[in-house]
């Protein structure tokens, strides 16, 4: 069983950086990767945003945060982060760091089949 801590999240104007980590914690033996969701305000569902798997070697970036974030993963540290830069309003949101036993979830960004999910850091970018 995974646990996973998100920190970083805050408030920041357009144009401005943040950086999320998730902290990685308990016991599994299975192979895992990770992956950033967001969830937008007032909208029940969550999208992917990026995801780390194969071990690390490749990574997954949603169009819409392409060449403005950069996930990666610290495996001595058990930790994840995103750097998050050109921060736009639209990137306002709930991120959720989450893991799977499946790479193919990590590198599609499909929610549905993510084990294990932190609970939420708030992004909020001001104009």
């Known amino acids: 069983e995974l646990q996973l801590e998100e920190s970083g999240g805050g408030s920041v104007q357009a144009g401005g950086s943040l950086r999320l980590s998730c902290a990685i914690s308990?016991?599994?033996?299975?192979?895992?990767?990770m992956a950033w969701f967001r969830q937008f305000p007032g909208n029940e569902r969550r999208e992917g945003v990026a995801?780390?798997?194969?071990?690390?070697?490749?990574?997954y970036y949603a169009d819409s945060v392409k060449g403005r974030f950069t996930i990666s993963q610290d495996s001595a540290e058990r930790a994840l982060n995103l750097q998050m830069d050109s921060l736009q309003t639209t990137d306002t949101a709930t991120y959720y760091c989450?893991?799977?036993?499946?790479?193919?979830?990590?590198?599609?960004?499909?929610?549905?089949?993510?084990?294990?999910w932190g609970k939420g850091a708030l992004v909020t970018i001001s104009s």
């Open positions: 308990g016991s599994n033996y299975s192979p895992y990767c």
């Open positions: 989450a893991a799977a036993h499946l790479d193919v979830y990590c590198s599609t960004g499909f929610p549905l089949g993510m084990n294990y």
């Open positions: 995801g780390i798997y194969g071990d690390g070697a490749s990574t």
